[in-house]
């Protein structure tokens, strides 16, 4: 018997619930985006909170032999060389404007932006390896 008193409570407290609902949508419209924006926020502080209590993920260099760091450096060298030569090959053409043509007046400065050839070459493989990222992603 009160097991059928429980269910007759609960479809009698539904039935009122939509009552109000159907008397007063705004009331109800404005409970349902507070509700969504309270968990949104509740989320939103969660994650930052997590975030930053989390330790960082640093984690100290294990100590290996010898033989593997130099076996390490070899294929680094060569994914650098592999690199290089496809940058090398499709560097771009660069525009010199020399400098005597301007004035001393016109705002033209007479800086050398890299101190050697090797400096400049090095910045070109640099920014072909950015576009080659940007490209890919």
């Not at 020399?98 to 400065?109: K, N, V």
């Amino acid at each position: 018997m009160e097991s059928r008193r429980r269910d007759m409570e609960l479809l009698s407290n539904s039935m009122a619930a939509y009552a109000h609902i159907r008397a007063n949508p705004e009331s109800f419209g404005l409970y349902f985006v507070l509700g969504v924006c309270f968990g949104l926020v509740l989320t939103l502080c969660l994650l930052v909170l997590r975030l930053s209590c989390q330790p960082p993920m640093h984690t100290p260099p294990h100590p290996r032999d010898v033989s593997e760091d130099e076996e390490d450096e070899d294929e680094d060298e060569e994914e650098e060389d592999t690199v290089d030569r496809a940058a090398s090959e499709l560097l771009l053409p660069v525009t010199e404007i020399p400098l005597e043509s301007h004035g001393p007046g016109d705002g033209a400065l007479a800086v050398n932006v890299f101190a050697s050839a090797e400096e400049l070459e090095r910045a070109q493989r640099l920014e072909e390896r950015e576009r080659i990222i940007r490209e890919i992603w």
